[in-house]
């Protein structure tokens, strides 16, 4: 069973830093594109930033130049390093991946979330 194991959310005050790790387990086959999603009070989950394979990375545009995506294949990581928060990034974060299988067939798979408060 894939399992994302997400932590390094918490609160921090308006032009903080934080960084968010997701790592997964359990999964012998290849992680293609792994990612960040975001979901605040109210609104519907968006995507933040993602990664694939190769190292290739997309970020939506409100968190270009400050947030990071990386990623470590050797022990199937992600993270994502958040600079200059303020209180719009304020959300619930959640790590996803997609995993190929020999079928052909590809998963989606979603961590559990972890809260981030940006807030004086």
């Known amino acids: 069973q894939v399992q994302l194991v997400e932590s390094g959310g918490g609160l921090v005050q308006p032009g903080g830093s934080l960084r968010l790790s997701c790592a997964v387990s359990?999964?012998?086959?290849?992680?293609?594109?792994m990612g960040w999603y975001r979901q605040a009070p109210g609104k519907q989950r968006e995507l933040v930033a993602t990664?694939?394979?190769?190292?290739?990375?997309h970020y939506a545009d409100s968190v270009k130049g400050r947030f990071t995506i990386s990623r470590d294949n050797a022990n199937n990581t992600v993270y994502l390093q958040m600079n200059s928060l303020s209180s719009e990034d304020t959300a619930v974060y959640y790590c996803?991946?997609?995993?190929?299988?020999?079928?052909?067939?590809?998963?989606?798979?979603w961590g559990q979330g972890t809260q981030v408060t940006v807030s004086s």
């Open positions: 990664c694939t394979r190769g190292g290739s990375t």
């Open positions: 359990a999964s012998i086959f290849p992680i293609n594109n």
């Open positions: 996803n991946v997609d995993i190929s299988y020999p079928s052909g067939a590809s998963y989606d798979y």
